[in-house]
């Protein structure tokens, strides 16, 4: 065999296991996406109900597609004329929105969902807006009666316990975030101090964030004991 067609073989030969291994390689990353995917659509179904609801300019939307799809969020649940917690916790995130500046409505959205749809229309919601001068990209959002306890119990705002699970006041203490996109999901209490708040919605943007606010030592020690972030998915 002439030296320049053996040299042209053996190059063939040499290039030819370096194909495969990229198809191969190409292949796999293809099915991880496919894998995240499906696991994404899983937890969906599972955790993100896409009712209807009304925010309370009157716009109608939809749960997942319009308000949490591929989107930083903060939400809780209270109610016009609740009594208890509601109050105060809508007041801290009053500070929450304050600090976050711009940010709220382009980068990370705020979202409370009234617990007694019967009484909070639309226009209720508006006026409760109106009242405490809350600023835009914080939605306040009502819907069916019977969706709105399944949406409230899908994202974890329940009680194993029957008689504590249907006393309303159980459910608007503590305040759900997270990073829909990255799967990334946690919760804070409602009061909990504002800039370590800040800071626990931040870290949901990623490895790169960078806290907008230091927290204080004392916040970050009731952190450790009393809430856990977690970069797991949704059980």
């Not at 990353?29 to 993100?48: I, M, Y």
């Not at 809780?76 to 600090?99: D, I, R, S, W």
């Amino acid at each position: 065999m002439p030296d320049m067609n053996r040299r042209k073989m053996l190059a063939t030969l040499a290039v030819a296991p370096l194909a495969v291994g990229v198809v191969g390689q190409t292949v796999g990353v293809e099915n991880k996406f496919k894998v995240a995917e499906s696991t994404r659509e899983k937890l969906r179904k599972r955790f993100f109900p896409n009712f209807e609801l009304t925010t309370h300019e009157g716009k109608t939307v939809h749960f997942y597609d319009d308000l949490i799809r591929d989107k930083i969020v903060v939400l809780n649940f209270m109610y016009v004329k609740c009594e208890g917690v509601c109050m105060p916790v809508t007041m801290n995130l009053k500070k929450v929105q304050k600090l976050l500046g711009d940010r709220v409505g382009r980068d990370i959205f705020m979202y409370s969902i009234t617990l007694k749809p019967e009484e909070d229309t639309p226009q209720a919601l508006k006026r409760y807006v109106r009242a405490h001068k809350i600023k835009p990209g914080w939605t306040f959002l009502t819907g069916k009666p019977d969706e709105i306890n399944t949406l409230r119990r899908s994202l974890g705002f329940k009680d194993a316990k029957t008689r504590l699970d249907q006393d309303l006041t159980n459910h608007t203490g503590m305040v759900k975030y997270g990073n829909e996109a990255r799967q990334w999901w946690a919760m804070f209490p409602g009061e909990a101090n504002a800039p370590w708040i800040v800071e626990c919605i931040s870290w949901m943007d990623g490895t790169d964030a960078q806290p907008v606010i230091q927290a204080t030592q004392k916040e970050s020690k009731r952190a450790e004991s009393g809430h856990r972030h977690s970069k797991t998915k949704k059980r």
